[in-house]
């Protein structure tokens, strides 16, 4: 099962997301002879394989769907090593970075590997994502993640530190994109410079304005143009149905409609998206 594919039956070993319901997913890997324990009851991975995807399982004390595993689910789903980015900031840098099949990438800041599968489904299938992280085990269980995802062949993860030692990519190579989710991206610029191709576009993520103030000027100082900052905030509503008084009846009855109505509460600040290209001239 590999998570650019689309399996259609589930596998021993399998990586696979349980639906609970609207707000409550679980990622686990099938095992056979093993159990897993959800809110609804034991569930047997013996039961499992063999079985669709999506199929709907019924346990002791109510009922789960078995999904196939997509960048998406895994990013809300996935083991947490560092903080995340989340789909609304994924797809508009990969929609900023114009990536597309048989794009090069690098990306510097692997953490927990949420970026890093949404870039791979994206490179797939003639492109490669060469992504590093300064911390070797995180860079070590993100390179395993791959494996046990069956990406591997779309992903080199490496453990080093690109603001000292550059991305060493292999000779001849240079990327379309670069994505640096790093507290200090400024002293990255001018390595990641010399692994771009002309014309390349860069993400730099920070949380704070003090790091995109910084990380603008060392863009405009090697060469880099169109600059721009963004912030992704998401807003969602809910249809609810108003019931009230027919104030204009003589009779007591209640007419109701239904409305759009936003959430109380809205997703905050995540960070800031500055992104940039390198001048071809």
């Not at 640096?180 to 920070?206: H, N």
Request: with cysteine; proline share 5%; glycine share 6%.
């Amino acid at each position: 099962m590999s998570f650019v594919g689309s399996p259609e039956i589930i596998q021993e070993n399998d990586t696979i997301i349980l639906y609970l319901g609207f707000d409550r997913m679980l990622s686990t890997k099938v095992k056979r002879g093993e159990t897993f324990q959800t809110k609804y009851g034991a569930l047997k991975f013996d039961d499992l394989i063999g079985q669709r995807f999506g199929t709907k399982i019924t346990c002791k004390l109510g009922y789960l769907y078995v999904l196939a595993p997509t960048a998406e689910l895994w990013t809300q789903t996935l083991p947490h090593r560092t903080q995340i980015l989340y789909s609304t900031d994924i797809s508009f840098i990969l929609l900023q970075l114009e990536i597309r099949p048989g794009s090069i990438v690098v990306e510097a800041g692997t953490g927990s590997g949420s970026m890093s599968h949404a870039l791979i489904r994206a490179v797939h299938p003639t492109g490669r994502l060469y992504t590093f992280d300064f911390h070797e085990a995180r860079a070590n269980q993100a390179r395993q993640e791959f494996k046990d995802h069956k990406v591997d062949s779309w992903v080199s993860a490496a453990h080093g530190d690109v603001c000292k030692d550059g991305f060493p990519l292999p000779e001849g190579v240079k990327a379309n994109a670069a994505f640096l989710d790093l507290p200090a991206p400024w002293e990255a610029i001018p390595k990641v410079k010399s692994v771009l191709q002309w014309g390349a576009r860069v993400c730099s993520f920070s949380p704070c304005l003090e790091q995109v103030q910084r990380a603008s000027e060392t863009f405009r100082q090697h060469g880099f143009e169109d600059l721009q900052t963004f912030e992704c905030l998401s807003r969602h509503f809910d249809i609810k149905t108003i019931r009230m008084n027919d104030q204009t009846s003589q009779e007591k009855s209640e007419i109701s409609f239904k409305s759009i109505v936003p959430y109380a509460q809205i997703p905050g600040h995540t960070g800031f998206l500055t992104f940039a290209t390198l001048n071809p001239l």
